[in-house]
């Protein structure tokens, strides 16, 4: 019985040391600033995350350069969503995914008209959110676009969006952005600064913690044989 207590304690003490080590959160800041320029590609990276139009094309913006009107600048580059007869023509949704992480929250979105003229019907005046959570089901949220845009200009294009707290709770394996004209799914906006925690499961531990937990392990078992010595004399 007492074999079976120390044998629970060594474990319980590894689990302890290297445990702490398997699951890794962190935030993440995906901003495209790994982007020189405005361009038109299948799929667009940044922060390790990976986003990816239902079909046809999406764009990076520089400081809305290259569009006409005049479309939403921050001052940096932003990912640009398209619509169909557009260039880019993407096709909605498009997808957020990680080949890194295991899941992640989300914390804060920066987004904006992609140009600054409704009037034509094909820059969106609102974005539809959908999480797919780790384990199934999903989490959704509407934002509106206030239509403010001046391109270059003195006016703030982009808004933060005000999130539902219930993005605090939802541990996502992907994220959809489609931009709606009321009804109408398939329209284009602007997307930047977006903040996410994110959780690495399988990390190994650091060398250090390693080291540690092998000297701790071993401390025990040279303390174990000699009790059960000492009880043998
Ligand atoms: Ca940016
Ligand atoms: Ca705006």
Redesign the pocket.
Known sequence: MKHVTRITRCAALAAALCGASLTHAAPVLI???NYAATGVHATVSSGNFTFTPAGGTIAVSANGANCAPTCAA?G???LAVGAPGLNPPSIAPVTMTTAIYSSFRLTGLDYAELSNNFVNNWSASSILLEGTLLGGGTVSQMLAIDGVNDGPGGDLDFEAAALSAIWDSSELVSLQFTGFIGASANHAFQL??IALDVTREGVLPEPGSLALAGLALAGLAVATAKRVRLRRI
Do not use: E, I, R, V
């Open positions: 901003d495209f600033s921050n940096t580059t932003a930047d600064s």
